[in-house]
């Protein structure tokens, strides 16, 4: 048994060692926010933060888990939306489909706390998450909108 810390909540996990984390997450937890999409972490729509580190769920398996490791999923970036990222993408209406979005938002708010001043580029360099649909031109416009927002002031 191994225990996790998801979202600030401590959880008691017991599955095969071969179980990716995307499983774990979805299936023992049940949070479903964090998607399947490919399997083979290409697309990016399984995306989380593991112990602060961006990284693709679907295939870390369980068996590298230590206890007290601490995983972000959508569901726990923000209470309430409030994310710079997730007021922006409501801002822009950047989904389509909505599919791989948490996994954008997750990869958006990890290339901001890197780098607050985001450029073109280094939104091309960092976003590298597949939206099936194309809103990417709609991702950057939203990454730049929360640049903005991150720097307004709480009460503005």
Known sequence: MTKLIVNGRSFDVQVEPDTPLLWVI???IGLTGTKFGCGIAQCGACSVYLNGQLMRS???KFSMLKNGDQITT???LSENRSHPVQKAWAEVDVPQCGYCQSGQIMAAADLLKRK???TNRDIDD???NICRCGTYQRI???IHVAVGL???PANV
Do not use: H, L, S
């Open 140 to 142: 950057r416009e939203a």
């Open 74 to 76: 959508i569901e726990g």
């Open 150 to 152: 991150a720097k307004k």
């Open 58 to 60: 679907c295939i870390y």
């Open 126 to 128: 960092a976003m590298t």
């Open 116 to 118: 607050p001043n985001a």
């Open 26 to 28: 979805r299936e023992q």
